[in-house]
């Protein structure tokens, strides 16, 4: 209610970044490779427009695994801001786990420490959030942060689909444009 003095947090989707916004060729580390994937442009434009924040969460092993320089990784980042600038997107944050997976890290989806370190920062709702991603480790870490999980098809979908159905993903999408049409559609029914 305004003027009541209560501050209201921001929904968000937290997206995966390889395989759900841009094409996935494994270690990416060439700026000029980075692809978006069809739709994912307007897709991550619906989200926006309808008022969530956007937010990437990214395991980026190749940094810990000597494939890609942090430099490197952060050039691609620029290109995938400069890419869904183009659609219109502005991305409120990245956030990735730059560690080898033997590491041990706390960082590392499935992990939710990201989604978490995000939702401090950025004073977002997780109860009415949502983690979209092509792997089963997107739903592993959106289940882990109490969000609502989209496992779309692109990428690695289809050879996650029978393990992301076991661990109770909220909706199938074949594209992040479809993931994110159902997520407006599920949360504006949510706020009825």
Known sequence: MEGDGRHVKRSAVFVDRDGTINSDPGYLSDPDAFELLPHAG????????????LVVISNQS???RGLI??????????????KLGEEGVKLDEIYYCPHHPDEGCSCRKPSPRLVMDAAGSLDLDLGSSYFVGDMVTDVQTGKGAGLKTVLVLTGSGRRSLGDARRLGVDHVAEDLLEAARWVVADHGSEAL
């Open 42 to 53: 307007e897709g991550m434009r619906l989200l926006q427009e309808n008022g969530f924040a």
């Open 69 to 82: 320089t942090i430099p490197q990784l952060l050039k691609i980042h620029e290109r995938m801001k400069s």
């Open 62 to 64: 190749g940094v810990g």
